[in-house]
């Protein structure tokens, strides 16, 4: 049996304290669920038709300016809810600072708790962010250009292969395999086109 305390118990009202009680009657005694933080995916993002991508690109690549400053006019924002039937799945793979570790995210229908968002931004449908690769080192802070991401939205329109990259998973907790990091991503609609997705976002997760 586990006993859960805390210094304010005795000024909890009844409701509270049967919250409590039911609280700890769920985790049972199990440290992994008792040290749940959590669960966040969160992006900006915004689709641009711009006069040329490829310089675009190149300018991000190079450091001249940045997605943020990109998007900042006009960005659509998610925040994944991670209480529907389809919540994101995070898999870490692998030890920080060895060869092949790696993280990939994917969601599919998600649902976007945000209400911010006009009614000009496309609705993402799939998601999916891979970081590191299966044979080389991947350090804790340390930023990979490898792999990539992906949104497909519910108009139909998929941006799947990603032109600029840049992530860095800025922690590991080996106990429970929560990872948390950050990511940068512009995709083409099409090869040659230059219509753009940007993306910006971080995430904290715990598979």
């Not at 976007?112 to 044979?135: A, K, L, Q, R, W």
Request: hydrophobic share 40%; aromatic share 8%.
């Amino acid at each position: 049996m586990c006993i859960y305390q805390s210094p304010d118990l005795p000024y909890l009202s009844k409701a509270s304290l049967l919250i409590v009680l039911l609280m700890a009657t769920l985790a049972g005694c199990d440290p992994k669920v008792s040290a749940l933080k959590p669960q966040i995916l969160t992006f900006n993002y915004s689709i641009q038709t711009v006069a040329d991508a490829s310089a675009l690109i190149d300018s991000v690549r190079n450091g001249k300016t940045t997605i943020a400053r990109l998007i900042a006019r006009s960005p659509c924002n998610f925040i994944a809810g991670f209480t529907g039937q389809t919540p994101p799945q995070m898999f870490p793979n692998g030890t920080p600072g060895q060869a092949g570790f790696n993280v990939q995210i994917m969601v599919s229908a998600p649902d976007n708790v945000s209400t911010t968002n006009p009614s000009s931004c496309e609705v993402p449908d799939e998601i999916e962010i891979n970081i590191g690769s299966h044979s080389q080192v991947l350090a804790l802070g340390m930023p990979t250009s490898l792999a990539g991401g992906r949104l497909w939205f519910t108009n139909g329109s998929k941006y799947q292969n990603s032109e600029f990259f840049r992530a860095t998973v800025q922690g590991f907790d080996a106990t429970i395999s929560r990872t948390k990091g950050d990511f940068a991503f512009i995709d083409r609609l099409a090869p040659g086109s230059n219509t753009l997705l940007m993306v910006e976002g971080s995430f904290a997760m715990t598979p």
